[in-house]
C-alpha cells in the first residue's frame, strides 16, 4: 500500500506543469511547457533504454513499478509521453492549450483518485462506482475550460482508458498514456464538432 501511495503521490507532481502554465501563462508560457517536456521526454527514453537493455534496478524502480512494468516500458515514462503528445498537439486546429490542460489534469489528478479507490491489474476493469468517480472528477476537471460536452467526451474517454488496459502483441498499454491522449483527442471531437451542444 506504501508504494502505490509513493505512485500516486507522484502522479500528482505532473500537475505543475499545466497548473504552473495557468497560473503564470506570461512566464511559463505553453513553449517553455513544450520545451521542458522535450526534455524530460528524452531523459526518461534514455533511462528506460538503459533500464529495459542492462537490467538496471534502482530502489526507486522497485517502489514505482509496476510486475508487469518490469519488461516494458514502465509507467512514469508512458505518463511523460502521453502528455508531451498532447502538448505538442496544440499545433493542430482547435487543438489548443484549454483542450490540452484539463487532459494532463486528467491523468495527474484523475487517476491517482481513481487508483487510491480501487486499483485494477493490467488484466482486469475497475468497479463501476470507481469508473463513476474517475468520470465525475474528469469531467469536473475539464469543465472550467471546454464546453459541457466536450468535458463530457473527455471524462468519458478517459474513464475509459482507465478502466481497460488492454495488452496488444504481450505490450500493456498503460493508461499513463492513453488517459490524456484519450480525453485530449475526445476533447478535441467536442470543441471541433460540437462546440454549441449544451447539456
Same mark, same amino acid.
Given at each position: 500500500? &506504501?508504494?502505490?501511495?509513493?505512485?500516486?503521490? +507522484?502522479?500528482?507532481?505532473? &500537475?505543475?506543469?499545466?497548473? @504552473?502554465?495557468?497560473?503564470?501563462?506570461?512566464?511559463?508560457? !505553453?513553449?517553455?511547457?513544450?520545451?521542458?517536456?522535450?526534455? @524530460?521526454? +528524452?531523459?526518461?527514453?534514455?533511462?528506460?533504454?538503459?533500464?529495459?537493455?542492462?537490467?538496471?534496478? !534502482?530502489?526507486?524502480?522497485?517502489? %514505482?513499478?509496476?510486475?508487469?512494468?518490469?519488461?516494458?516500458? @514502465?509507467?512514469? #515514462? %508512458?505518463?511523460?509521453?502521453? =502528455?508531451? =503528445? +498532447?502538448?505538442?498537439?496544440?499545433?493542430?486546429?482547435?487543438?489548443?492549450?484549454?483542450? &490540452?490542460?484539463?487532459?494532463?489534469?486528467?491523468? @495527474?489528478?484523475?487517476?491517482?483518485?481513481?487508483?487510491? %479507490?480501487?486499483? #485494477?491489474?493490467?488484466?482486469?476493469?475497475?468497479? &463501476?462506482?470507481?469508473?463513476?468517480?474517475?468520470?465525475?472528477?474528469?469531467?469536473?476537471? #475539464?469543465?472550467?475550460?471546454?464546453?459541457?460536452? #466536450?468535458?463530457?467526451? /473527455?471524462?468519458?474517454?478517459?474513464?475509459?482508458?482507465? /478502466?481497460?488496459?488492454?495488452?496488444?502483441?504481450?505490450?500493456?498499454?498503460?493508461?499513463?498514456?492513453?488517459?490524456? +491522449?484519450?480525453?485530449?483527442?475526445?476533447? !478535441?471531437?467536442?470543441?471541433?464538432?460540437?462546440?454549441?451542444?449544451?447539456?
Amino acid at each position: 500500500m &506504501a508504494d502505490e501511495v509513493s505512485r500516486r503521490l +507522484v502522479h500528482v507532481t505532473g &500537475a505543475t506543469v499545466p497548473l @504552473a502554465h495557468l497560473l503564470r501563462p506570461d512566464l511559463i508560457t !505553453w513553449r517553455v511547457v513544450q520545451g521542458f517536456l522535450a526534455v @524530460a521526454l +528524452v531523459v526518461v527514453c534514455v533511462l528506460e533504454a538503459v533500464r529495459l537493455t542492462t537490467g538496471l534496478d !534502482w530502489v526507486v524502480y522497485d517502489r %514505482l513499478t509496476r510486475e508487469y512494468e518490469q519488461d516494458n516500458p @514502465a509507467g512514469y #515514462a %508512458l505518463y511523460i509521453v502521453g =502528455i508531451a =503528445i +498532447v502538448a505538442f498537439a496544440v499545433e493542430l486546429p482547435s487543438m489548443t492549450e484549454t483542450v &490540452a490542460v484539463p487532459a494532463m489534469l486528467m491523468l @495527474a489528478i484523475g487517476d491517482p483518485i481513481s487508483g487510491l %479507490l480501487g486499483s #485494477a491489474d493490467a488484466s482486469n476493469v475497475k468497479q &463501476a462506482w470507481v469508473l463513476l468517480v474517475m468520470f465525475g472528477v474528469c469531467t469536473l476537471l #475539464a469543465a472550467p475550460f471546454v464546453p459541457p460536452a #466536450a468535458a463530457v467526451l /473527455g471524462g468519458i474517454a478517459a474513464t475509459f482508458a482507465d /478502466g481497460v488496459k488492454p495488452r496488444i502483441a504481450g505490450y500493456v498499454i498503460d493508461d499513463n498514456f492513453s488517459i490524456p +491522449v484519450l480525453g485530449a483527442l475526445a476533447m !478535441w471531437v467536442g470543441v471541433q464538432y460540437l462546440p454549441g451542444f449544451g447539456l
